[in-house]
């Protein structure tokens, strides 16, 4: 239980004490009515003894009374009806509340930190009126009247007539049968005689003679003059006195209503006023509270205890008292109850103990004692029916048992605890005998409180008595009033004890459907009790604390519902009671609605919404509607207010995705809008940051190859990978898109309607100054907003809303949020009471109630982490994406790609169309295109000569630039020369932004323009995407935003082709035709590697051409007589070309740049390699392939001379020629032939090695173990392999195949061969020719014979850059045979050179002679 003021010590005297009757006279009662109070209320303040009170027990023992009260009340004939006690106790707790500002108890139990009311004052309240508004029973005598004061005025005509009148009056009222009410305690009631004296108005002598004659009639003991109203009435506010009563008669204002009306026995009685006899919630005679679930009868309850505060505040009572008049009254107090009270009560006891001995002593004990012996000591148990039927026991008053019950009251009275309890004991075993059981419950429910009160606690509490005395009231006697006031005792004095479970249990045990308030109160304290507990039972406080409020609500006690269920919150809070929270919540909702507590109530309703609700879709409905209902009545109390902020639905802020820039166009037939940026695309790290170097690229070639330092990568779509820690540039006229993530937490649907954003705008003027005024949202001149009628969220689904802004003039604009309307869908179903309201909405839905609200958008920016402070506590950095800066007009670019295909064969040559729509009002200049992929596509040459014209309708017509031939001789190549610059392309050490070649490269606006481009299929097959990024520029320069981009990603999907090989090897034929060695014989090998899966039937080849700086194909060797070149599917062919030097023209100083271009055609139609699109294609596809061979080498200088000098023998077998076969591919499509067309690139770098069409994918290596040791520093000189030396000096023998000699007529055979050595490199090459080598491998002899040279054995030459030599040998033959001629050695070494590379020369080929006998 909660503490209270009082102990129970103080308490339960102050609860019983002795009760005395007043009876005035008309004039007596109308000197006390000058002062707004009636006699007894007049008396209230001052009824405590302020001393110690002494009287002797029947054992003439001295007694000490401290604190003694009486109770004075005004004579009532009739009895206080139940339904007017139940009306009172609802008004004293309903005007009992927490005091404002009170400081509440915090306890810590466990993980709860609980701010607990430590004192319940309704309680209190309830409790001290419940006990002094008990009815007089029978059977008992605590409330009866001890004695009765009677009252009349000195100013009476006849004051002595007027005491005899009142003094039968009351002799009539307590001995006439008529009256049952009230009880008094003996027949023999203490009379006292008050005469009452008007100081200002009455005649002091003529009272002191009545008084004088009072006392010869009365004796001096039992009558009394009281002096009051020493002050007129008019001078009542010159002087502040104090108002003792206002304590006493505030707190239960109605039960101190009495009617002002004169007469004697108008009067109430306990406090209770007469027209509560016929009051309205007067129920059946059953002395209990009534039910009052409906708040209406309850509030007018409250309002009329609210009036009458407020009229008895108005008074001033005790105007006419001075505080000598306050001493007077407390001694009248005094006197009354030393001389007389007092002492009729001692001399009542003793009576009342002589009587019991006399009487008691000799018969009733002798028969109890006899029925003992013979019956046993243990009284017969009885079933519940026979007690029942005994329980209607009445007993005379005469009876001894009720004499004995009379005593202990006595006792009890005047603290004479310990009599009081052996009178009690005594009186309940008689009691229990004659089976009567409401006498014996009421002994047994005072003597367990008198053991309880006894001095020095001989005895410990007797909890048991009380158990039995509250089953027995309750289950046998049917009355809950006296169960109640056990209950009310025990738990108080178990409470005092630290016995909080027994004071709980015995709490909960009393609680019941009969009366809600009683149960609600009892509830409550339970709680306490459990909170209180040693260890605190957290759970089970806030459980009894929601049954407390629960009762509370049916009991019209809207206050102190809501007040529990609060304290209970704090215990279900956050634990993950997600029901208990919900139902707690929508409780506190309903109770703050009811009190007009409207913040409370939707923040409440607002907790039950933002919470992960399980309940179901019914009941979530029901909240949601509640929610929007209480809303409602909040928005209607300020309509002018800022708009609300709404719980629903949940708003994701950090997924917010802010676009600028119009939507992209649909694709129309063949026309493909770019596909730029979108809100559907999904971000991707990787191509953002491709896009990006891109961007990078393009800028820095626009700016003369620096970029700026106030560049920044364009942004279209800003979302929380972005870097948003800069404001964002918008175009004014371009729309702002906000993609705004909604997620509907609930399972019901949510209609969000006339939903937009929110935002702020700043104007600036066309200089850049902000102007005066800054304006907010509704002005559509400025900023044009889109409204979404209608945006159905269905049950927990995640959706978002694109959301638009149209900003019409320069400035900074803030988008702050979004606005809407929150409504359900129409249902015919209401829940707990509150349906929806009609909704006059027209749409697609049908709408229930809605409220208007609002949500910001607020996004936190990322976490900083640069700096020691920054790392060592929680920092988050800007997030601006919601803060674009609107800038001036700028150039708006769209591209339309026309038949762009979609799949190519590897290497197809295929033409599209592009255009490009200048859709702003600004002309645009400076258009490129840059890509990571040049390869793929071009727009043709520099020169209109070096670009074909357009195709003609027909779909065989090539995209080439073709010529038709006269035949010429068969495999004869078709030179022209080319540079790299006409194509746009470079060296290839980087990327190049492609200008577009517009019309006097400005696109006005509304201008469009069509360009070819031609594209070819990349060589790996499979899924290829490829970014271009189209760059472009304001022909009026803009300071913030300089240059805008364009995307578009284009997806290839290729399927094989051809896989070509290419090998050059050197020829051993005799030199060319202008003396100059270096023959070479390229072998290309072409294979057919598609699975006709795109239907191709065969592929021709149309011609092979070759491009290189320094060699060019001369003719094709093997040529056959069909000349059309054919390759089914998995078919190989072979061709062998013959190779031959560029010529050099002199003075020619482009000739680095230049490449010489030579076409072997096998039809009658040429295609012009040195021009557009196959030349672009094989500048670009060499330059991807430059970068990629320049990303694969290690970049180091050269360290020395000698690694120069490798470099200078690597560089012999060095050829780079570029083969480029040109095919054609028949495909079936749609039982219609189409002829494609293509072309396929071979690099060959170095003799005798293989070169392919494409890099073959490398397969990954196998799992190694790692070994971890620690490299060693070493630098190893770089040496030429032998097959780099083998290829430094090229030699070839010429001889005759066969020769014959006459061996019988000379025995010797000389044969003249000629050596021939040619030196490959560009530097001077020391060479030494050794003719002494001897075969010495048994393979060799066996096979070919022996033979000499002769003349000289060693030669040393000195060969000059690419010089060729012939030395005249002759060997020497003495029979016949097959030779082989090759057995010279060559050591060779570069002349600026040490011997360290000094090797032999060896053909791989035999030089095989026949020597024949002529």
């Not at 004579?75 to 139940?82: C, G, W, Y």
């Not at 009890?412 to 008689?430: E, G, N, R």
């Not at 709490?507 to 709680?527: C, K, P």
């Not at 702002?736 to 104007?763: C, G, H, M, Y």
């Amino acid at each position: 239980m909660a503490q209270c003021v009082q102990s129970v010590q103080e308490l339960i005297p102050d609860s019983f004490v002795p009760c005395v009757a007043a009876l005035c006279s008309d004039e007596a009662e109308r000197l006390t009515r000058l002062n707004h109070l009636s006699f007894a209320e007049l008396l209230k303040p001052f009824s405590r003894l302020t001393s110690e009170v002494h009287m002797r027990d029947p054992n003439n023992q001295l007694h000490i009374i401290k604190n003694l009260k009486i109770a004075v009340s005004n004579i009532v004939t009739q009895p206080p009806q139940p339904g007017a006690i139940g009306k009172l106790l609802n008004d004293v707790v309903s005007g009992s509340q927490p005091a404002e500002g009170l400081v509440a108890n915090v306890i810590t139990a466990g993980d709860y930190d609980l701010n607990i009311s430590a004192t319940t004052p309704w309680f209190e309240s309830y409790r001290e009126t419940f006990l002094q508004s008990m009815p007089a029973s029978d059977h008992e005598f605590l409330n009866h009247y001890l004695a009765c004061m009677l009252v009349a005025s000195s100013a009476e005509a006849e004051p002595m007539e007027q005491f005899s009148k009142l003094s039968q009056e009351q002799h009539r009222i307590q001995h006439n049968s008529d009256y049952s009410y009230p009880k008094w305690f003996i027949p023999n009631t203490l009379k006292y005689y008050v005469l009452l004296h008007d100081v200002t108005s009455g005649d002091e002598q003529r009272a002191e003679s009545i008084y004088e004659e009072m006392k010869q009639k009365y004796g001096t003991q039992g009558c009394y003059l009281l002096k009051i109203n020493s002050r007129a009435p008019n001078r009542a506010s010159d002087e502040q006195i104090p108002d003792p009563w206002s304590q006493y008669l505030q707190k239960n204002s109605i039960q101190n209503q009495e009617s002002y009306e004169d007469g004697p026995c108008t009067m109430t009685s306990n406090g209770l006023p007469d027209n509560c006899r016929v009051h309205p919630l007067q129920i059946d005679q059953c002395g209990d509270t009534p039910h009052n679930t409906d708040g209406s009868d309850h509030a007018k309850s409250a309002s009329s205890v609210h009036e009458t505060k407020k009229a008895s505040t108005g008074l001033i009572r005790g105007a006419c008292l001075t505080l000598t008049d306050h001493d007077r009254i407390r001694q009248f107090i005094q006197e009354f109850t030393f001389r007389g009270l007092l002492p009729h009560v001692e001399k009542t006891i003793r009576q009342l103990n002589d009587q019991l001995i006399s009487r008691k002593g000799l018969s009733r004990s002798l028969f109890s004692a006899t029925k003992k012996w013979f019956s046993g000591s243990k009284v017969p148990e009885k079933s519940i029916s026979e007690l029942k039927s005994t329980s209607g026991l009445l007993y005379p008053p005469e009876a001894p048992e009720l004499q004995i019950r009379k005593m202990a009251d006595l006792c009890f009275l005047v603290q004479h605890y310990d009599l009081a309890y052996s009178c009690y004991h005594t009186a309940k075993k008689d009691f229990l005998n004659d089976q009567a059981m409401l006498y014996a419950a009421g002994a047994l429910e005072m003597a367990a409180v008198s053991a309880f009160l006894q001095p020095g606690a001989p005895r410990p509490y007797p909890a048991h008595y009380m158990d039995t005395a509250i089953q027995t009231y309750r289950d046998i006697c049917k009355n809950m009033v006296l169960a109640e006031r056990c209950v009310l005792l025990s738990a108080e004095i178990l409470k005092s004890q630290s016995k909080y479970a027994e004071a709980a249990a015995l709490l909960i045990r009393l609680t019941s459907e009969d009366s809600d308030l009683r149960s609600a109160l009892l509830l409550e304290q339970a709680a306490h009790c459990f909170i209180n507990m040693k260890n605190p039972m957290v759970r089970k406080y806030a459980f009894h604390m929601i049954l407390a409020g629960h009762r509370f609500s049916k009991a019209g006690q809207k206050k102190h519902a809501l007040r529990c269920y609060c304290q209970a919150m704090q215990v279900y809070k956050g634990k993950g009671w997600s029901l208990a929270e919900d139902h707690i919540n929508f409780t506190i909702g309903r109770q703050s609605y009811t009190l007009r507590q409207l913040d409370n109530a939707v923040s409440a309703f607002r907790h039950i919404l933002i919470n992960e609700s399980k309940q179901s879709a019914a009941q979530q409905g029901a909240f949601l509607r509640e929610y929007l209902y209480v809303y409602k009545n909040v928005n209607q109390l300020s309509p002018d207010g800022p708009l609300p902020q709404l719980p629903l639905p949940y708003i994701n802020s950090s997924a917010t995705r802010v676009f600028f820039g119009h939507d992209r166009r649909p694709a129309d037939g063949e026309k493909q809008a770019a596909t730029h940026v979108s809100l559907d695309q999904e971000y991707d790290a990787e191509s953002s940051q491709q896009w990006r170097e891109l961007e990078e690229h393009v800028v820095a070639v626009a700016n003369k190859g620096v970029i700026p330092s106030s560049f920044y990568p364009t942004q279209y779509c800003l979302n929380s990978y972005s870097d948003n820690s800069r404001f964002p540039l918008a175009v004014v006229e371009e729309p702002i898109t906000v993609e705004v993530a909604f997620r509907n937490p609930l399972k019901v649907p949510l209609l969000l309607s006339d939903l937009s954003l929110l935002w702020k705008f700043q104007p600036k003027d066309t200089s850049g100054k902000d102007t005066e005024k800054e304006r907010v949202t509704g002005e559509p001149e400025m900023i044009g907003t889109e409204v979404i009628s209608e945006f159905l969220i269905n049950s927990e689904e995640s959706k978002v809303a694109r959301l638009k802004l149209f900003p019409h003039h320069i400035g900074e604009l803030h988008i702050l949020g979004v606005v809407y309307n929150l409504g359900t869908i129409q249902g015919s179903v209401t829940v707990d009471g509150i349906g929806a309201l009609p909704g006059c909405h027209t749409g697609k839905h049908s709408l229930g109630m809605s409220v208007r609200g609002r949500q910001d958008l607020e996004i936190q920016g990322p976490r900083l982490n640069n700096t020691k402070e920054e790392k060592t506590s929680v920092k988050y950095g800007p997030d601006r994406r919601l803060d674009p800066i609107v800038t001036e007009e700028m150039p708006l670019l769209e591209v339309f790609f026309i038949h762009f295909p979609t799949g190519l064969l590897c290497g197809e040559i295929r033409k599209a169309y592009v255009e490009f729509v200048n859709v702003s009002q600004c002309p645009l200049t400076a258009l490129k295109v840059v890509s990571k992929r040049p390869e793929f596509f071009t727009f043709g040459g520099n020169t209109a000569a070096l670009t074909p014209l357009s195709p003609s309708t027909s779909e065989n017509c090539s995209a080439y630039k073709t010529v038709v031939t006269a035949s010429p001789s068969l495999g004869t190549a078709f030179v022209s020369t080319a540079s790299s610059v006409d194509f746009g392309t470079g060296t290839g050490q980087q990327l190049e932004a492609i200008p577009v070649p517009l019309p006097d490269s400005v696109l006005l606006p509304g201008a469009s323009v069509q360009l070819p481009m031609w594209l070819r299929g990349p060589d790996e097959e499979g899924v290829h995407e490829i970014n271009f990024l189209f760059y472009y520029e304001s022909v009026k320069k803009q300071p913030k935003k300089r240059h805008r981009i364009l995307r578009h990603t284009a997806v290839i999907c290729t399927s094989r082709s051809l896989n070509v090989r290419a090998t050059v090897c050197r020829s051993n034929s005799l030199e060319d035709e202008e003396g100059r060695g270096g023959n070479m014989l390229v072998f290309v090998d072409v294979e057919n590697t598609n699975t006709s899966e795109a239907g191709v039937k065969e592929f021709h080849m149309v011609q092979v051409s070759s491009s290189s700086k320094h060699w060019q194909l001369h003719r094709s060797v093997n040529i056959s007589e069909n000349r059309d070149a054919k390759l089914a599917s998995r078919e190989k062919g072979k061709f062998c070309f013959k190779a031959v030097r560029c010529k050099q023209k002199e003075g020619d100083k482009q000739s680095s740049e230049k490449y010489t271009f030579a076409d072997i055609i096998f039809g009658n139609e040429q295609i012009i390699s040195s021009a557009s699109p196959c030349a672009d294609f094989f500048y670009r596809s060499l330059s991807s392939e430059l970068r990629r061979t320049q990303d694969q080498l290690p970049a180091y200088p050269e360290k020395n001379a000698s690694e120069g000098a490798v470099r200078l023998i690597e560089k012999c077998s060095e050829v780079d020629l570029s083969i480029v076969v040109l095919w054609k591919a028949y495909v079936v499509e749609d039982n219609k032939q189409l002829i494609l067309e293509g072309q396929h690139h071979v690099v060959v770098r170095t003799v005798g090695k293989e070169a392919c069409s494409h890099s073959q994918k490398q397969e990954p290596p196998e799992m190694e173990l790692l070994k971890f040791f620690r490299p060693e520093n070493t630098t190893v000189s770089a040496r030429p392999s032998v097959e780099q030396l083998s290829n430094l000096i090229k030699t070839s023998l010429h001889y005759p195949e066969s020769f014959h000699h006459p061996f019988h007529q000379k025995s010797l055979c000389l044969v003249p061969v000629t050596l021939l050595l040619s030196n490959c490199s560009k530097a001077e090459v020391d060479v030494i020719v050794d003719l002494r080598h001897k075969t010495t491998s048994p393979e060799a002899l066996e096979t070919h014979g022996s033979f000499t040279w002769l003349g000289q054995t060693q030669y040393k030459l000195q060969l000059k850059s690419q010089e060729t030599h012939s030395l005249q040998l002759k060997a020497c033959f003495v029979h016949t045979g097959v030779y082989n001629l090759g057995t010279p050695r060559v050591f060779a070494k570069l002349s600026d050179q040490v011997t360290v590379f000094e090797t032999s020369q060896q053909n791989s080929m035999p030089a095989l002679i026949i020597i024949n006998n002529a």
